[in-house]
């Protein structure tokens, strides 16, 4: 992660204990020599608790936006059995449970739901089936 914040690093030399310095600025590695014996150290940015808080709020907020999702998805499901119970309980001769799969159909089209699932609900049906219409 890349902040504008400098962070000054020193330490001993462990050929010689002359003390070594180096700043980051936004480079996440350096490469710094001993003054006195030429010894070189590759170095990494140390985290900052800065960073880190940043990184913190970043996952908070990451978090927040997926339990709002799932509890907006929880209740357009809900809405969902609702309404297909609804129109399940019609006493119309039947045309509420057409309605209820067309219903159906339209959610799972709208929600992104797999193709076979939503052929399933888009099948017509076959000659005779109604629970209207008498079998001859």
């Not at 070594?20 to 590759?42: A, G, L, W």
């Not at 999702?69 to 449970?97: C, F, M, P, Y």
């Amino acid at each position: 992660m890349l902040t504008n914040t400098e962070v000054r690093v020193t330490f001993r030399c462990r050929k010689c204990g002359c003390e070594v310095e180096t700043h980051f600025h936004e480079e996440p590695f350096t490469t710094v020599h001993c003054p006195r014996c030429e010894y070189s150290y590759s170095l990494m940015r140390p985290t900052i608790g800065e960073e880190i808080l940043l990184d913190w709020e970043k996952e908070a907020v990451f978090h927040k936006v997926r339990a709002d999702q799932s509890e907006r998805d929880k209740l357009e499901l809900t809405l969902l059995v609702i309404k297909v119970a609804e129109l399940l309980t019609w006493k119309d001769e039947g045309n509420g449970h057409v309605r209820a799969i067309e219903t159906l159909r339209q959610w799972l089209l709208l929600n992104g739901v797999p193709k076979p699932l939503i052929e399933l609900f888009d099948a017509k049906r076959p000659e005779g089936s109604s629970p209207t219409e008498r079998r001859k």
